[in-house]
């Protein structure tokens, strides 16, 4: 396994897929390369193709503004897509595209290493999940996933869709303060604890 850089600069040049001869830019993911929490959306829309990075059109102004409300910035958590490109009229991904890039998220997942995962929408769900489950019916739980904890939320371009007002908000707000609540609840990571013979200079 190398470095997440070098797994990038992998996607980067893919051509395993149909999507490669009608993309702008490969869309990776960005953020915190050893994030406790990362975000999993469905596929690059138009403005992330063009920009090569993951949400930042409206659906990722609402996640941004999401995440800011449980005190989290953009760059403290690690974003990215099921598919690393943009299938052409933002057209539902098909199974072999979804297979070609499958190898790239769960080695980008084991380089991450997060011990949250949050799945946005109803495909990253089901693709996470391996289950053909409504995303209504498992929105705000907390799923054993692989040594992870999984926290499935409604996408942020349906909340969009609902209006800001709505239910949807509602209840994703509610979803964000669970992920709030579960990062929170978290053991300190054993690199993180102070080492008392350490910094004795004992060893
Ligand atoms: N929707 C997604 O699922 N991913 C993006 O990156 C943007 C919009």
Known sequence: MGTLTELGGQAA????????????TVVFGSGAPDADLVFIGEAPGFHEDK???????????????????????????????????????NRDPMADEIE???PYLREQIALIDPRVIVSLGNFATQYLLGRKIGITRVRGQKIPLDGRTLIPVLHPAAVLRGGL?????????????????TLDALPPKLADIPDPAEQLGLF
Request: aromatic share 4%; glycine share 12%; net charge positive.
């Open 165 to 181: 007002a709505g239910s949807s908000m509602k209840q994703t707000e509610e979803d964000f303060r669970t992920i709030r609540a």
């Open 100 to 102: 070609a890039c499958t």
């Open 13 to 24: 040049v893919c051509t395993k897929c149909r999507l490669a001869s009608g993309r702008t």
């Open 51 to 89: 920009q090569g990075l993951p949400f930042v059109g409206a659906a990722g102004q609402l996640l941004e503004q999401l995440l800011n409300g449980i005190g989290l910035k953009r760059d403290e958590v690690y974003i990215c897509n099921v598919l690393k490109c943009r299938p052409p009229g």
